[in-house]
């Protein structure tokens, strides 16, 4: 009887263990998958391709790479687009750019950041209807003129992450733009007898409405959203 009663409790203590040593094994073995899945969800993804739209990009392309300065918290950029701002009055091509670096607050290239960058919003401009008066003669015309506002981009970010991404950018570009512009043209006129003439002139026009753009710079304001690897 007292073998018996022994063997019962041997059995017992061994099935208790053995339920304890798998359970330690499992969870073990599950903290390390968790561990690996945290690594690879977090992994930094150094190149990121986008698209941003919004002031003063309206509508172009956005590339960011992180770089492991600073424990990956430098990001250079470059944005590009291209895009036309026509009224009754005015007809303008624009195309902007601008390059800097973003700086994360946190260590896997993503959410909040702050941004510098140098803005330049290059312009071609055609005032549809000027008044022109040169050599006594006066006529209308169009006229043409080409000019280049240069912006320091002050701004603040934030950016998810994954191999989708989303950001949204909010600042302001430091620069100084003309209240008017010196605008050349050909216009056309009537002389003493009557007849129709060609001449070329200048006059000055107020500096055109463009989204964002006002006397003391740029505003700053977009969402983007594209990829990473």
Avoid: H, W
């Amino acid at each position: 009887m007292k073998q018996l009663i022994l063997f019962t409790l041997c059995l017992f203590v061994s099935q208790v263990y053995g339920q304890e040593l798998e359970t330690e094994v499992f969870d073990e073995t599950y903290d390390q998958i968790q561990n690996l899945d945290s690594l690879e969800a977090y992994k930094v993804k150094r190149v990121s391709l986008g698209i941003k739209l919004g002031i003063p990009n309206i509508a172009g392309i956005s590339m960011e790479g992180i770089t492991p300065i600073l424990g990956n918290r430098v990001a250079p950029f470059f944005d590009y687009s291209f895009f036309p701002v026509n009224s009754d009055e005015t007809d303008i091509d624009l195309k902007y750019s601008e390059f800097g670096s973003n700086f994360y607050f946190g260590d896997q290239g993503m959410g909040v950041y702050f941004g510098i960058g140098f803005g330049a919003l290059n312009t071609d401009i055609v005032f549809k209807d000027v008044t022109f008066e040169e050599n006594g003669n006066q006529g209308s015309g169009e006229g043409k003129i080409s000019y280049n506002v240069k912006t320091t981009n002050l701004k603040l970010g934030i950016k998810t992450g994954g191999k989708v991404y989303f950001r949204l950018e909010l600042g302001y570009g430091i620069g100084s733009i003309p209240d008017t512009l010196e605008v050349e043209g050909t216009f056309t006129y009537e002389d003493s007898n009557g007849v129709t003439q060609t001449d070329n002139g200048t006059e000055t026009e107020e500096f055109p409405p463009i989204p964002g753009v006002s006397p003391g710079g740029v505003l700053v304001g977009n969402f983007g959203f594209g990829i990473s690897f």
